[in-house]
């Protein structure tokens, strides 16, 4: 197998060095270059590669796959292996993964036991929809509705996130009897054409008739918006913007909440909403955490109205977080509906809707089937998933990880000119990568591609997210370490200090 490290140190001394017009540090231009990290140990060999080659591989998808599939970096990765948190591409080189299939895979890749689960499932029955019983529904069903609060006792299983929330929107039109729905800008809940509406980055939008509706009302975030500071947010990490709030009573909370009164005001029939769609740390949107209290007076404002309060827990669920098994928990609420994907499968198609029995009768007035939803083998994997968060304690690891990991990234923060804003909870982590501090505008794509790239060259995949696509998500299966969390870091350090000093010099 090449050795990811030496290979950069060659590519990076080739590299031609190039002016950019801005600064990205400045305490970096005088310090020493780090020595270049090493990656961390791995017990997985190196599996050979027999698939088609890698050229065949760029010319069939110029041919045959629909433009639209973006893919990172400039040379795309050919993945073919993965275990636990690590993937291997067509050369053999190992790779860290701190994004985790988009935040999807939760307890490792190829987890042993979730595979052996797949595949005793898959010698005994694949399919056979709900038209018939069989017992692993059910027994999934018991298990995953335990794991939620109150009178949340109802699922319905599908298979994404955007069906799961095309399905609440539905659900809370069909129980309120109110048409409107509110969401936040920069808001991410799907791209289905149902769901769409509520998506609130432009990037992520088509030109088609998409949001009746829906209102979206202003994002909460207290790093760019008008209002919020270092006192404001539930994470280890808070921003450096200076504020007057207290630890105990957040200003900013109260006034981004008068700017969703006013949504209320003008632009819904009196007292008729139907639902509020709110995701407890925004994914897409770049890990952007709402102010202290104000998604629990949020609620309150949206049951006065005579509407219900979806949660997405998409990327947050399954004690991501760290803290809470759900990242509605943080906030001190109680939703009427839960939508869950990604992570609640470990990669495999699954998805589900969680709710009140009173709002699941509200499906009863027309047929409403999901043709794979809820089939054998996406259940016993499902299964196999809570088995092994419980067992491995995934949830206590990312926030002892995930917290050490903040701390480390803040240290970033303090060294570099570039490093904006460090935020997030448990192993949902953003770092906004910015121009300078004081402006905070974002960092142009031409410095980000190439600090972005140079972490994957030095083995380390993160993602990429943001309304500018500025920011790195670190979200990586839930096993990681802490070794796994300091490599990142001394990459980060070692990629920033190199760009640094290269503009130093032109």
Request: charged share 20%; proline share 5%; net charge positive.
């Amino acid at each position: 197998m090449k050795s990811i490290r030496n290979a950069f140190g060659r590519q990076f001394a080739k590299r031609t060095n190039r002016s950019i017009a801005k600064p990205i540090a400045t305490a970096a231009q005088t310090k020493p270059v780090p020595e270049i990290p090493t990656l961390p140990s791995c017990d997985e060999p190196v599996k050979p590669y027999e698939g088609l080659d890698y050229e065949k591989i760029q010319k069939i998808k110029s041919e045959r796959i629909v433009p639209c599939i973006m893919q990172y970096y400039k040379k795309p990765l050919l993945i073919h292996h993965g275990k636990m948190q690590w993937l291997f591409d067509h050369e053999g080189n190992r790779y860290l993964d701190m994004f985790g299939g988009i935040v999807t895979i939760s307890v490792g890749h190829c987890h042993p036991k979730v595979t052996a689960a797949a595949k005793a499932q898959m010698d005994k029955l694949w399919h056979t929809t709900n038209i018939y019983q069989h017992p692993n529904l059910y027994e999934y069903a018991e298990k995953l509705t335990s794991k939620l609060p109150g009178d949340l006792k109802v699922v319905y299983f599908v298979n994404s996130g955007s069906e799961a929330n095309d399905l609440a929107m539905m659900m809370a039109r069909l129980y309120t009897k109110n048409f409107d729905i509110v969401s936040f800008r920069n808001a991410y809940h799907g791209m289905s054409p149902y769901i769409m509406g509520t998506t609130a980055i432009s990037t992520w939008r088509y030109n088609l008739p998409i949001a009746q509706g829906i209102h979206h009302a202003m994002n909460p975030d207290v790093y760019r918006g008008l209002w919020g500071g270092q006192h404001c947010r539930d994470s280890p990490i808070q921003t450096q913007r200076h504020c007057n709030c207290s630890e105990f009573r957040c200003e900013a909370a109260q006034k981004y909440y008068e700017q969703l009164e006013e949504v209320f005001k003008y632009s819904l029939p009196r007292g008729q909403v139907a639902g509020l769609f709110a995701e407890s740390i925004q994914g897409v949107g770049g890990t952007v955490q709402f102010p202290k209290g104000f998604l629990k007076k949020a609620y309150e404002l949206v049951r006065t109205n005579g509407g219900v309060c979806i949660a997405d827990e998409v990327q947050t669920g399954f004690g991501r977080t760290g803290g809470h098994f759900w990242g509605f928990e943080m906030h001190k609420v109680v939703p009427d509906i839960v939508t869950m994907a990604k992570g609640i499968g470990n990669g495999f198609p699954l998805s589900a809707v969680v709710t009140t029995p009173k709002i699941a009768e509200t499906l009863n007035s027309a047929l409403h089937f999901n043709t794979f939803g809820g089939n054998p083998l996406a259940c016993a994997i499902g299964m196999s998933v809570l088995e092994v968060i419980e067992e491995e304690e995934t949830q206590a690891n990312s926030e002892k990880v995930g917290t050490h990991f903040l701390y480390e990234l803040a240290k970033l923060r303090d060294e570099f000119e570039c490093v904006g804003d460090v935020r997030g909870k448990g192993l949902m982590i953003g770092v906004e990568l910015v121009e300078d501090k004081e402006s905070k505008i974002p960092l142009g794509a031409k410095n980000f591609v190439e600090i972005w790239n140079d972490c994957k060259e030095m083995g380390v995949l993160i993602g990429r997210g943001g309304m500018n696509s500025n920011i790195l998500r670190l979200k990586p299966p839930m096993c990681i370490t802490k070794a796994d969390a300091d490599y990142t870091v001394d990459v980060l350090r070692y990629v920033l200090t190199k760009h640094a000093k290269k503009i130093q010099k032109h």
